[in-house]
């Protein structure tokens, strides 16, 4: 018998990986992942599984490795743990062409802004001591935001699916963008005022005691090996603490007071992005009326655009239309007694559709993730008690 080469082991490794049998290796369906509502989203076709590992299809084990032998993603480069790395889905459900086209209104709201304001002299009305504001500390702030979108680049290569990478890997372009976006800015009020001083943002970033805690964490984030743990500390502790305090607690208080409507339009794009944040309310509230499907059969088709969403009520087979239910749910609700979080609260159901067994959702764009964790959970209470009462 011939002597085994490596070569002949791997030709035996990818016989043996092709011939695995799956569950579903029989249907006519693509029907390799389990989407996370009743039907798999554009975002989940695109993402998921698109960064295999050896727990999922993989059966060879990792194609390439490191000289050393260290796989090419490995769960150990993070102390987070997760039974499924493959479950986690984004709940604004980004990925590159939505992403590139939010990038791309984001900067031309940023050119229109900028072209307008110098065309009606608005810089010139600025106080000059704020000037001397957006010179050093917008101008230290476009340094801190950089520094957390190459964190968040650098980050995201250890992710361990396709899903988790999307969602640092966008997140670190936007922090660029807005890096990009304030170096533009000032460099287009320069132009109409000769006592800007562009270099000065640096100088301060680097030498002003005021910036110095602020470099050193990131520059400590920036070398965390825990892709995970640079991602905490950026989101969770760095930005509410430094950026958000600066964009927030002084560019949009107090600009207007120094003659400055101009500026807080421009932060405005990074700390309110409109658009992108009634995606992701209404990616997450969509989400959470799938859960609320998954465990009610009484609840059919959900869907929605941004903040625009809809659920019918039907009978157990999830189709045929259940209007007595629902009048039945919208009568409960108005009692006002229904228990969430240990307070007795009601809830105001709009109905339409042909059929009157709809429920419509439109809530505010201000709404927040706690706002929508509330309406969920007095839905689930809702088909609760008129269900099985």
Known sequence: MPPMTQETVDQLDSAKAGA????????RKYNYFEPKGRKATLYEDVTVDVQPD???????????????GTPTYSATRTAIKSSD???????????????????????ATVKLVVDNSRKNGTVKRFDKSWLQILQNHVGALKHAEYGLGITYMDGQRDGMTQMINNSILTNSSYKLRFAQNLTIYLGEIALDTEKLDLDAGKSHWLDDPIWQGARRAIETVLGAEDYL???FAGNVLFEPLVTELVRSGLVMQFAAAHGDFLTPAIVAVAEGDYERQVAEKGAY????LQELQS????????DGLGLALRAEICEADGFTPNKPLLDRME???????????????????????YYKNVITLAPSLEITREEIDLALKLLDALLTRCTRS
């Open 20 to 27: 695995k049998t799956f569950v579903g290796s029989d249907s």
């Open 54 to 68: 050896p727990q999922r299809y993989l059966i060879q084990d990792w194609i390439l490795s490191f000289a050393d």
């Open 85 to 107: 790395w493959h479950k986690y889905r984004a709940p604004d459900q980004e990925w590159e062409r939505n992403h590139y086209q939010r990038q791309s209104e984001a900067e």
């Open 229 to 231: 743990e640079q991602y």
């Open 285 to 288: 509230f969509l989400a959470g």
């Open 295 to 302: 465990r009610w059969p009484q609840i059919g088709d959900v």
């Open 331 to 353: 009568a409960e609700a108005m009692k006002g007694d229904l228990e969430v979080d240990g307070r007795r609260l009601g809830l105001i159901l709009d109905v339409g559709g």
